[in-house]
C-alpha cells in the first residue's frame, strides 16, 4: 500500500517535512562528497581557530538539536584562514545523529556516513555585526563539520554528555561555562573538504561556507546513547519522542565544486 512503500521509501525519517521549494535553491546542504571529483586547492591556507573557553554561556535543546551557545558580542573566539577573506566569531556548535551507529551524519564521504556530526557555526564579523544579519548573506556564515565516529571515549566531551540529562526536553536551557570547542576538533585541522552550501535546518539559506573536516574524532557508544536520550518534545507535550536522526536528507550538487586543501 502507499504507507508501506512510504514507509519502505523512507527508511529513516528525516525530523521535518521538507519544504517543497527552496527560492533558488543551488547551493544546499548537506551534500555526498566523492572525493574524487573534489579538486585540490593549493590556495586554501591553514584554518586559524581561537576559541577562548571563557565565551561559553549555556546549552538549548532548541527541538531540533541541542545547542552550546557562546558569547559573540566581543572577537574573543574566532575562526580565520582556510578558504575564508574575513574574520568569523564562533556563535554555537551542535550536532546531527542517527537512531543507530550505522548513519546520523548530514555530509558523507564517498557515500559513507558516519554516526554522527558536529557543526562548529561562525558568522563574518567583519562584514556584519549580529549573526541574524550575518545568516541572510552569501558570504554570511562559516561552519567547520567533523565526523563523529564510534570508538574510545572522548574525555573533553564528557563535560557536555554529563550536561545533557538537564535539556532533555525541547525549549530546556542550562547553564554550561569554560568549555573549550578546540577538544572537539581532530589532530590535524588542515585537512579538509571546502564548498559553498546553506544552512541544513530551517532557514535553509545559502550563506555558509563549508568547511569539512577529512579526519574524524571518536567518541563512545555511551556518550553518543546519550545525546539519543534527548528529546524533540517538550515537557508539556503528551506523546515524548527521542532526538535522533536529526540529519537533512542530502541535496543535489547543482554543479558546485568541492574543493580539497590537501593530495
Ligand atoms: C545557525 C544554525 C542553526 C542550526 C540549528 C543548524 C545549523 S547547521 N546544521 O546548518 O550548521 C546552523
Ligand atoms: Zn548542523
Redesign the pocket.
Known amino acids: 500500500s502507499a504507507c508501506s512503500s512510504k514507509l519502505l521509501l523512507s527508511r529513516v525519517h528525516p525530523m521535518w517535512q521538507e519544504p517543497l521549494a527552496i527560492p533558488g535553491g543551488d547551493r544546499q546542504?548537506p551534500i555526498d562528497i566523492v572525493v574524487r571529483k573534489s579538486v585540490f586547492d593549493p590556495q586554501l591556507r591553514p584554518l586559524k581557530v581561537q576559541y577562548d573557553p571563557r565565551t561559553c554561556q549555556q546549552i538549548w535543546n532548541?527541538g531540533?538539536?541541542f545547542?552550546v551557545e557562546y558569547d559573540d558580542t566581543t572577537d574573543k573566539s574566532t575562526l580565520k584562514g582556510g578558504p575564508l577573506e574575513d574574520q568569523f566569531r564562533l556563535c554555537?556548535f551542535?550536532f546531527?545523529w542517527g537512531e543507530n551507529n550505522a548513519w546520523g551524519s548530514?555530509h558523507s564521504i564517498d557515500r559513507r556516513l558516519y554516526p554522527a556530526e558536529l557543526?562548529l557555526?561562525h558568522w563574518n564579523s567583519d562584514k556584519y555585526s549580529l549573526f541574524e544579519e550575518a545568516?541572510i548573506e552569501e558570504n554570511g556564515?562559516a561552519?567547520i563539520a567533523v565526523f563523529l565516529k564510534i570508538g574510545k571515549r572522548h574525555e573533553g566531551l564528557q563535560k557536555l554528555v554529563d550536561a545533557l540529562p538537564a535539556v532533555r526536553h525541547k525549549d530546556s536551557v542550562v547553564e554550561f561555562t569554560k568549555f573549550d570547542p578546540a577538544c572537539l576538533l581532530p589532530e590535524k585541522i588542515d585537512d579538509y573538504w571546502t564548498y559553498a552550501g546553506s544552512?541544513?535546518?530551517p532557514p535553509l539559506t545559502e550563506a555558509?561556507t563549508w568547511i569539512v573536516m577529512k579526519q574524524h574524532v571518536e567518541v563512545s557508544h555511551d556518550q553518543l546513547a546519550v545525546f539519543r536520550s534527548l528529546l524533540f518534545t517538550s515537557a508539556e507535550e503528551q506523546v515524548q519522542r527521542s532526538m535522533v536522526n536529526n540529519f537533512r536528507v542530502q541535496q543535489a550538487l547543482k554543479g558546485r565544486t568541492v574543493r580539497s586543501s590537501f593530495t
Request: hydrophobic share 40%; glycine share 0%; aromatic share 6%.
Open positions: 546542504s532548541n531540533y538539536s545547542l554555537q551542535h546531527h548530514e557543526h557555526v545568516v556564515l561552519v544552512l541544513t535546518t555558509v
